[in-house]
């Protein structure tokens, strides 16, 4: 990281941001606008809203720069006879990938200063395809999505930002995933959380990057309840604080980067459109057959689920609740509704024909990784519904980019172990103290996208 001092600037109202605002004003109004087209009905007034919010943040520009590479205006060197010119510093070198970079940099809030940046980023041949500002109490925090040459190290990127100037620089690699600008990414992002609370979550990480999101309930299970946190949300350097719309509290932390007031205003608008819908998730049901052809519903639960799933632990034993809950049976029912809070991940509930409930799988978002459980009642074990459940919590994990997976149990739990390799995925273990903790990479295997028909080598009790 490169740190430089720099004296701030009390001047304001210079070109650059005249021309941030007008942009971002006119982002928003499309945005507003786009919104109301993706979802008829009532389900498009919250949308329009979330994307009006988007005109009252901070000024978020999008700059598409390209600067022009100076050429040697001499004749080629074949038509002189003259030896071939060496190639600028930090050029490609013939057959080497450009490279995508996240570059975060604070720079004085004077005229002439983005100049002096984007001029140096130039030298070195560095095309900025997105910029967005912003603005502090002490200067302005300039966020870049560049293509630099693949010699360039990071390095010589932040030593040039250095000597133009810049502060606190921060770089990370990016994807192409990026590319997209900030008011179609952030219409994206309200559209997913309008139309699942659990996406919330998901969608924060996207827009914030790496970083640990967590939800604290309302009434916690030991302890007294944390004080209420104000309306309008908590900003400290590296994390914020919000109401969420059951009551508790969601709090995000990232001590690689401070978050700007940018940062702050996307997500309050984006946790007040949640919290404004209310419980949602969708309504898809699937069937689940059996190998003696009974057929069951698989669909996701929800805190209207508590009953059902209290009524399940009570037709669990003893020994199915503590390999599932690691701990004394009396706490597993407080444990439920913190599982079945959409804020903590995607559960999935196993019913009969008759509506009752016979196992659930939860999908639980742990900061940068995620964790799979499993829970089946005793009387309808051994039939491969613990299985089936585990690659369908997969599944969902790979389409939301959760990078890992992983599964506590007991070492002892030969039922799981055989269900985590049934996935047909590479499997790291670590076993701790008999506590055995099974992790996988659920990204681009094919074999998570095969349908399989349940199989009986499934579960044992507890664990499926």
Known sequence: MTDTTSDTSARRGHRRRDAVALTAAVSAAATATAA?????????????????????????????????????????PSDTGAAAPAPAPGATAPGAQPALWRMRTTVQDSPGSLAALCTALAAHHVDILSLQTHPLAAGT???????????????????????????????ERADTHDLVDAPARMLGLATRTAL????????????????????VP??????????????EGVLEEHVMKFRDAFGGSLIVERPQLPFTPTEFARVHALVELDRRLG?????????????????LTVRRAGPDDLAAAVAMHGRCSAATLTRRYHGPVG????????????????????????????????LLWDGDETEVALLVEDAWQQRG???????????????????????????SNTGMVAAMRGLGLPLDYQIEDGTLVITTRPQGEPALRTTRPATASGESPGHG
């Not at 329009?48 to 700059?63: E, I, K, M």
């Not at 079945?340 to 196992?359: C, I, K, M, N």
């Open 385 to 411: 519904i613990g299985a089936d459940l585990l690659r369908r919590l997969v599944e969902m994990a790979g389409e939301a980019g959760c990078e890992s997976v992983y599964a506590i149990t007991q070492a």
């Open 36 to 76: 109301g087209s993706l979802l008829p009905g009532p389900a498009a007034a919250p949308l329009l809203c979330a994307a009006g919010l988007a005109a009252g943040w901070p000024a978020v520009a999008r700059l598409r720069t390209r600067w022009s590479r100076r050429h040697d205006p001499a004749p080629p």
């Open 141 to 171: 925090a300039d966020e870049f999505l560049l293509r630099a040459p693949g010699a360039l190290t990071p390095q010589e990127l932040t030593g040039a930002v250095a000597a133009a100037g810049g502060r606190s620089t921060w770089l």
């Open 196 to 215: 699942d609370s659990a996406e919330l979550p998901l969608a924060l990480r996207q827009l914030l990057g790496r970083c640990t999101i967590r939800s």
């Open 279 to 295: 419980r949602r998730m969708p309504h898809r049901r699937e069937v689940l057959t059996l190998p003696e052809g009974n057929d």
């Open 218 to 231: 309302a009434r916690p299970l030991r302890g007294r309840p944390a004080e209420p946190l104000p309306a």
């Open 331 to 362: 706490d597993a029912d407080a444990y439920l509704r913190h599982l079945l809070g959409p804020h903590h991940g995607r559960t999935l509930a196993v019913e009969t024909a008759s509506g009752r409930l016979v196992a659930l799988g939860h």
